[in-house]
Nanobody
Framework: VQLVESGGGSVQAAGSLRLSCAAS????????MGWFRQAPGKEREGVAA???????SYSGSVKGRFTISQDSGQNSLDLQMTNLNAEDTAMYYC??????????????WGQGTQVTVS
């Protein structure tokens, strides 16, 4: 499985950005996918996720501002981010895994794309 993120950049507060993750490889190993982020000096945190049924979930800090979506072929995962603030500044990672017992162990990670909000 390969995951390649794109779409990061610098944006002013209250602005918007759309991140994309191109996914390839064994589909059975990427039934669930998600976006994570890590800011300098902080632990990595989950931002948004989508399972094989299309159900989505969000962290409290981004709910209502970010939207995760996936194309029908499960080859692309997007994260639409609106009303960005400085606390959203981080490296954003796309991740994928196979659903196991209702959980999603993320075994595959992209290289990350930087988002900077000023």
């Amino acid at each position: 499985v390969q995951l390649v993120e794109s779409g990061g950049g610098s944006v002013q507060a209250a602005g918007s950005l759309r991140l994309s993750c191109a996914a390839s490889g064994d589909r059975s190993s990427r039934k669930c996918m998600g976006w994570f982020r890590q800011a300098p000096g902080k632990e990595r945190e989950g931002v948004a996720a989508i399972d094989s049924s299309g159900d989505t979930s969000y962290s409290g800090s981004v709910k209502g501002r970010f939207t995760i979506s996936q194309d029908s072929g499960q080859n692309s995962l997007d994260l639409q981010m609106t009303n960005l603030n400085a606390e959203d500044t981080a490296m954003y990672y796309c991740a994928a895994g196979d659903e196991v017992g209702g959980n999603c162990p993320y075994n595959y990670w992209g290289q990350g794309t930087q988002v900077t909000v000023s």
